[in-house]
């Protein structure tokens, strides 16, 4: 069997319509899915939705109408998003579902085994919106003296009784597992602030509620159900087969990477990885948090009117160049601006002007001067020097996805695309068709090769596109294809809003 690659992305909270944030995890796990498929890894790709917690039920009872009715609804616009975006996933998972009731039941269980759930009174602030739980040093002040959560989140004072679970007991042996697994958290100014906050002390963490009954009901505890952190993180072990599947459990967990934003590492980093070290279950080999997508570099929220459905923006430009640029221009772990310009300006620079136009010409070129057929011509140095600056682009973009540095992987096989270019203007093969027909057919032989290799390469971040292309091109050794008319695979884009 090949080597197993598991990623996650964080599975979307569905009480509203997916956003543009949602679609760039989807899109830069699934390239990283796709790439490692590429290179030979046998790859399980997870994304879902988390359909528990208060929010949910308020949102439903807002619209009157059942919560799992309105789960159903909302995690299909997710699925149906997936779907849209060309998102090569194995398994869609819903926390609703039986299974996933079975799977967090039994890591309560286990938890519980291991000593480190009790029974208490909880009084604390508490974010709605954030399903989280905050200390009154973390608390900061917002208009009019109104007490706000670290996200800048409204917190309301909540008294209760629930389970709690011990993380105070955790805080060393996380401590001593970030220093031995110094990739476990990236990118690296993730790593340090959840450094900081595991130093400053741990408090044990509320694990259940009784105020609600949407949720997984808490094993020999009626009225509780497990506070939403827990419930969600077990998906991902849910999903590699535990608790009843330990072969499949075997091959999969623990997962390579959980692939998250930056605004929830904290549970990834600190809370799941205790829940894992008391239920005796390996820990995740990597957390990585990207940050936030910012619309013309405002953060995005309901109430300034600025959140962007990326339906519409996959209607408008289409999906592999929203793929395109939101892998290329946003550096992979920071925070990202977007507009409809800068989307057009990317996909047409690139994508039409650079690399489509390179192909569209030399393949016209093939099927109109030479019946369809490269045979082999004279070989000059210059087709050694171009091959070879391809190979190094398309090495540099494998160096860089392999390191989650997908922007920089991006840019470095556009320099295999520039060289393609200067290399066709400078040989000139409309020139040497009258002067040097055998030099000719090397030069467009050189070309066909790069641009298939190129094609290759960039497939996990456009795979529409490069599939449709390389479906035109002849493979190396296939001396029996013919190029027929070309049919062009990135048309130029135009604005059609004005305002994204």
Same mark, same amino acid.
């Given at each position: 069997?090949?080597?197993p690659?598991?990623i996650?992305?964080?599975?979307h909270?569905?009480?509203?319509?997916?956003?543009?944030?949602?679609?760039y995890e989807m899109?830069?796990?699934?390239a990283?899915?796709r790439?490692?498929?590429q290179?030979?890894r !046998?790859v399980?790709?997870?994304?879902?939705? !988390?359909?528990?917690?208060?929010?949910?039920?308020? %949102?439903a009872?807002a619209?009157?109408?059942?919560v799992?009715?309105?789960?159903?609804?909302m995690?299909?616009?997710f699925?149906?998003?997936?779907?849209k975006?060309d998102?090569?996933?194995?398994r869609?998972?819903r926390?609703s579902?039986?299974e996933?009731?079975?799977a967090?039941?039994a890591?309560?269980?286990a938890?519980?085994?291991?000593?480190?759930l009790?029974l208490?009174?909880?009084e604390g602030?508490?974010?709605?919106?954030d399903e989280?739980?905050y =200390?009154? +040093?973390e608390l900061?002040?917002g208009?009019?003296?109104? +007490?706000l959560s670290p996200?800048?989140t409204?917190?309301?004072?909540?008294?209760?009784e629930?389970?709690f679970?011990r993380?105070?007991?955790?805080?060393q042996p996380?401590l001593?597992?970030?220093?031995a697994?110094?990739?476990?958290?990236?990118p690296e100014s993730?790593?340090?602030?959840?450094?900081?906050?595991?130093e400053?002390? &741990?408090s044990?963490?509320s694990?259940?509620?009784?105020?609600?009954d949407?949720?997984?009901?808490?094993?020999?505890s009626p009225?509780?159900?497990?506070?939403?952190?827990?419930?969600?993180?077990?998906?991902?072990?849910?999903g590699?087969?535990y608790?009843?599947d330990?072969?499949?459990f075997?091959?999969?967990?623990p997962?390579?990477?959980? &692939?998250?934003g930056?605004?929830i590492?904290?549970?990834?980093?600190v809370?799941?990885p205790?829940?894992?070290m008391?239920a005796?279950?390996?820990l995740p080999k990597?957390?990585?948090?990207?940050g936030f997508?910012?619309n013309?570099?405002?953060?995005? /929220? +309901?109430?300034?009117?600025?959140?962007?459905?990326?339906?519409?923006l996959?209607e408008?430009y289409g999906?592999?160049?929203?793929?395109y640029?939101?892998?290329?221009?946003? /550096?992979f772990?920071?925070?990202?601006t977007?507009?409809?310009?800068a989307?057009v300006t990317?996909?047409?620079?690139?994508?039409a002007?650079s690399f489509?136009n390179?192909?569209?010409?030399?393949?016209?070129?093939?099927?109109?001067?030479?019946?369809?057929?490269?045979?082999?011509?004279r070989?000059e =140095?210059a087709?050694?020097?171009?091959?070879a600056?391809?190979d190094?682009a398309?090495?540099?973009?494998?160096?860089a996805?392999?390191d989650l540095a997908?922007?920089?992987?991006?840019e470095a096989?556009? %320099?295999?695309?520039?060289a393609?270019?200067?290399?066709?203007d400078?040989?000139a093969?409309?020139t040497?068709? +009258? %002067?040097? @027909?055998?030099?000719?057919?090397a030069?467009l032989r050189?070309l066909?090769r790069a641009i298939r290799?190129?094609?290759?390469?960039i497939?996990?971040v456009?795979?529409?596109s490069?599939?449709k292309?390389?479906?035109?091109? @002849?493979?190396?050794?296939?001396?029996?294809?013919?190029?027929?008319?070309?049919t062009?695979?990135?048309?130029?884009l135009?604005?059609?809003?004005e =305002?994204?």
């Amino acid at each position: 069997m090949a080597e197993p690659f598991y990623i996650t992305t964080a599975i979307h909270y569905p009480n509203g319509r997916p956003h543009i944030g949602h679609a760039y995890e989807m899109i830069a796990a699934d390239a990283i899915a796709r790439f490692q498929r590429q290179h030979g890894r !046998d790859v399980f790709f997870q994304t879902g939705t !988390d359909e528990h917690g208060l929010k949910m039920v308020q %949102t439903a009872r807002a619209r009157g109408i059942e919560v799992r009715a309105l789960a159903d609804e909302m995690s299909g616009y997710f699925r149906e998003m997936a779907d849209k975006l060309d998102i090569s996933f194995d398994r869609f998972i819903r926390t609703s579902e039986a299974e996933h009731y079975k799977a967090s039941q039994a890591i309560w269980k286990a938890m519980a085994e291991a000593g480190d759930l009790y029974l208490d009174r909880y009084e604390g602030w508490y974010s709605v919106r954030d399903e989280a739980f905050y =200390e009154e +040093k973390e608390l900061v002040e917002g208009e009019g003296g109104q +007490k706000l959560s670290p996200q800048g989140t409204p917190v309301e004072w909540t008294a209760e009784e629930t389970w709690f679970f011990r993380l105070s007991k955790y805080q060393q042996p996380l401590l001593d597992f970030y220093a031995a697994n110094p990739d476990f958290i990236r990118p690296e100014s993730r790593r340090n602030e959840i450094l900081r906050f595991v130093e400053g002390g &741990l408090s044990d963490l509320s694990v259940s509620r009784t105020s609600f009954d949407w949720g997984v009901p808490v094993p020999d505890s009626p009225g509780h159900v497990m506070y939403v952190w827990v419930d969600a993180l077990t998906n991902y072990i849910t999903g590699a087969g535990y608790p009843d599947d330990p072969e499949r459990f075997a091959t999969w967990w623990p997962a390579d990477i959980h &692939l998250i934003g930056k605004d929830i590492v904290r549970f990834h980093a600190v809370y799941w990885p205790a829940f894992l070290m008391s239920a005796k279950i390996a820990l995740p080999k990597q957390v990585f948090g990207h940050g936030f997508l910012l619309n013309r570099g405002e953060k995005m /929220s +309901k109430s300034v009117g600025n959140v962007v459905d990326p339906m519409a923006l996959v209607e408008l430009y289409g999906v592999d160049a929203l793929r395109y640029f939101l892998l290329r221009d946003v /550096s992979f772990g920071q925070d990202g601006t977007f507009s409809d310009e800068a989307i057009v300006t990317r996909a047409n620079a690139d994508l039409a002007n650079s690399f489509g136009n390179l192909a569209q010409r030399t393949l016209a070129f093939i099927a109109k001067n030479c019946e369809g057929h490269v045979p082999e011509g004279r070989a000059e =140095e210059a087709d050694a020097v171009l091959l070879a600056e391809v190979d190094t682009a398309c090495a540099a973009f494998r160096t860089a996805f392999d390191d989650l540095a997908l922007s920089q992987g991006v840019e470095a096989w556009m %320099t295999g695309v520039f060289a393609c270019n200067q290399y066709i203007d400078a040989q000139a093969p409309w020139t040497l068709r +009258k %002067t040097d @027909p055998d030099r000719m057919r090397a030069v467009l032989r050189t070309l066909i090769r790069a641009i298939r290799q190129l094609a290759v390469a960039i497939l996990p971040v456009i795979p529409t596109s490069a599939s449709k292309l390389l479906a035109q091109l @002849p493979s190396a050794d296939d001396e029996g294809f013919r190029v027929g008319t070309p049919t062009p695979i990135f048309p130029r884009l135009e604005l059609k809003t004005e =305002e994204a």
